[in-house]
């Protein structure tokens, strides 16, 4: 037989055309709709970069209003949401709660099966406008705290902390927060998103492929590793006891949660600007620990492999900071990311190709039955 070559994990395999975003290892860029994601974090809110992400273009005023007024009529919890959120067992993670929550929305929503575009980005607004409700109010549960409703005077980042903490969060901490979402929002075909492809590309409806894309960003070399970045500091404990648990660690082959990239090699383009939110919180805090923690592991781990943080690794103390449980960063990143999956969606269906890759065999040869 023949070798034939393939690609494993579909490394470096163009698969499809997006005008979402561009990520460019080269020069470590990374633009949403041509504007550098840098600089959308550093003047556009998180509604308007949603709007950005799905049209194509910042939106007008009058756009904006529109989504800020969608958004705040759609924050609160259906019924039926909460009732199966509060049948779950508190020890679920977080982010099978979200998973599931999303299918009661869609079983709820009697368009979750017209596929025209007003209907799909009408699908897309109601979700980035449930999903903090659905993080926070699930944080609160796991502590045996009461349901906040949300506020129409906040905007989605204030909401989304008021709802999680009861109280009004100080603006350095929105700020973080909300460029966090920001830089959150989108990132090409990663995992998550061409798992949401796929499942659109089988014509299912788009509460389908966003359940499927929960599902995939779960995973710790995904989604997950924003959580296992704390874990990881909770094992270090002090910037101290790095070298000595990096030994450990390497030595018995540990991958380092936080770093390393299937694209980007030379750095993330999404860490110095995630990394400054989180020197503005450490000051906000009074928690200098915390960042000599970080940079000590950062350092220590780059001398020794040459490998470099993505976005997990700042992100991930920017919320613990914040007050967020460990299992609840994923969450967050899922609230965020739900407006390129939904962008991708879109995309995809309209210009849809039915994604079935090949396999090439390697199992036993043929063979009959006795008889
Ligand atoms: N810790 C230790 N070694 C690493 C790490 C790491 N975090 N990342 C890469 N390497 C090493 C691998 O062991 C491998 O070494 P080898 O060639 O000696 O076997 C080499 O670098 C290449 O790594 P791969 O895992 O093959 O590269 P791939 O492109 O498949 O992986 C990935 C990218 C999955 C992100 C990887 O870097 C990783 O597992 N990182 C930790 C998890 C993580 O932080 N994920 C978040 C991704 S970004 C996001 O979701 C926002």
Redesign the pocket.
Same mark, same amino acid.
């Given at each position: 037989m023949t070798e034939q070559e393939i690609y494993k994990?579909l490394?470096g395999v163009p698969v499809d055309y997006s005008a979402i975003s561009k990520v460019n290892p080269e020069t470590n860029s990374l633009l949403y709709r041509g504007y550098p994601v840098q600089e959308l974090a550093a003047q556009k809110s998180f509604e308007e970069v949603a709007l950005l992400l799905w049209g194509g273009e910042l939106p007008s005023e009058s756009e904006l209003a529109d989504l800020v007024a969608q958004e705040r009529a759609g924050r609160a919890l259906a019924d039926n949401v909460r009732a199966v959120i509060d049948a779950l067992p508190k020890s679920a993670h977080p982010m099978d709660v979200v998973r599931t929550a999303v299918s009661i929305i869609g079983a709820n929503d009697p368009d979750a099966e017209d596929p025209s575009a007003d209907a799909e980005l009408a699908k897309a607004k109601a979700l980035f406008a449930a999903l903090p409700a659905i993080v926070a109010y699930d944080q609160r549960r796991r502590h045996g705290l009461e349901l906040v409703e949300p506020r129409d005077d906040l905007d989605y980042s204030q909401n989304f902390l008021w709802m999680t903490f009861g109280e009004e969060a100080a603006p350095e901490v929105v700020d973080a927060f909300r460029v966090s979402m920001v830089l959150?929002a989108e990132?090409s075909f990663?995992?998550s998103t061409f798992t949401a492809r796929v499942i659109t590309s089988t014509t299912a409806d788009l509460y389908s492929a966003v359940v499927g894309a929960v599902g995939a &960003?779960k995973g710790? &070399? /995904?989604?997950?590793?924003?959580e296992? +970045?704390m874990h990881t500091f909770d094992e270090i404990g002090e910037a101290a006891n790095v070298e000595a648990w990096l030994d450990d660690a390497?030595a018995s082959?540990?991958?380092?949660?936080?770093?390393? /990239?299937? +694209?980007y090699k030379n750095g993330?383009s999404?860490v110095p600007t995630m990394h400054a939110a989180l020197e503005r919180l450490v000051e906000h805090y009074d928690r200098p620990d915390l960042l000599e923690l970080a940079e000590a592991l950062e350092k220590s781990?780059g001398e020794r492999?040459g490998?470099k943080p993505?976005?997990?690794?700042p992100?991930g103390p920017a919320y613990h900071l914040m007050g967020f449980d460990t299992q609840t960063f994923t969450p967050i990143?899922a609230a965020a990311r739900i407006t390129g999956w939904t962008a991708h969606i879109m995309e995809q269906a309209a210009a849809n190709s039915l994604i079935r890759p090949l396999a090439v065999y390697n199992g036993v040869d043929e063979r009959h039955l006795d008889g």
């Open positions: 994990g490394a959150y990132h990663n995992a &960003l710790a &070399l /995904h989604g997950g590793a924003n296992a +970045v390497l082959k540990k991958k380092i949660m936080g770093f390393g /990239h299937r +694209v993330d999404r781990f492999k490998i993505n976005l997990d690794y992100a990143f």
